[in-house]
């Protein structure tokens, strides 16, 4: 258990619906990612976040995700009118350090089909 | 643009052996690379870091070598075991771009 946790850990849905992601982070670190991992590839960045504030989002990204961290803690992650294309594991990972090089403690995901 | 790359084959060995895993990067150089380990279903877990002024770092049965001016990374496990079996990541940059990953198996 590496402190990093994310809700819900699987989801079903239908396409065409919204869907969203909780993650708390380990409570002192101050840069929260969010990645999408799909089946034989590696964490593709989506955004991050430094306190409150998204400072970096993938050009990727469509504008139907949107993600979140109001106090500076937790975060969401929310996909609108999902797509079966959306059908991936998202993992949310944090880290703390001014200069952002530690090592990121990683959730285990929270695995999203689209139907 | 920036690009981090594997071998996306698998690697097969036998228990005991000494595993080596590749991760090569273009267009960009990187102050520092991040090894990770990937357990089916699971996030990734660090590893190591290597900086750029350092040739080579280790850890317990763990080596990873860093070399700029070919722009790869090695990552070698030696008296490899079973229980090593996973999938292996290389990453770079403050927000951490990934590798596709090296599957690794050992067999007994």
């Known amino acids: 258990d590496t402190g990093v946790s994310q809700d819900p850990r699987h989801k079903i849905t239908k396409r065409g619906q919204n869907v969203t992601f909780r993650c708390d982070p380990i409570?002192?670190?101050?840069?929260l990612y969010w990645y999408r991992q799909t089946l034989g590839q590696g964490p593709e960045f989506l955004t991050y976040f430094q306190n409150e504030a998204q400072l970096e989002k993938s050009r990727l990204l469509s504008d139907r995700f949107s993600a979140e961290r109001p106090k500076g803690s937790f975060s969401t992650l929310e996909i609108q009118r999902t797509e079966q294309g959306d059908s991936a594991m998202y993992l949310c990972?944090?880290?703390?350090?001014?200069?952002?090089?530690?090592?990121?403690?990683f959730g285990e995901g929270s695995r999203l089909t689209v139907l | 643009s920036q690009k981090i790359e594997q071998n996306s084959e698998a690697l097969n060995i036998q228990e005991g052996k000494t595993a080596t895993l590749t991760c090569n990067y273009t267009?960009?150089?990187?102050?520092?690379l991040q090894w990770y380990r990937q357990d089916p279903g699971r996030g990734p877990v660090f590893l190591l870091l290597i900086r750029e002024n350092e040739k080579e770092k280790r850890k317990e049965r763990l080596k990873v070598t860093f070399d700029t001016t070919l722009k790869q990374s090695l990552f070698h496990i030696t008296a490899s075991q079973p229980a090593d079996s996973a999938t292996y990541l290389c990453a770079f940059t403050g927000k951490l771009i990934f590798g596709q990953g090296t599957t690794l198996q050992v067999k007994p």
């Open positions: 267009n960009y150089s990187p102050a520092y």
């Open positions: 990972a944090s880290r703390t350090g001014i200069l952002g090089t530690g090592e990121l403690f």
């Open positions: 409570s002192e670190h101050n840069r």
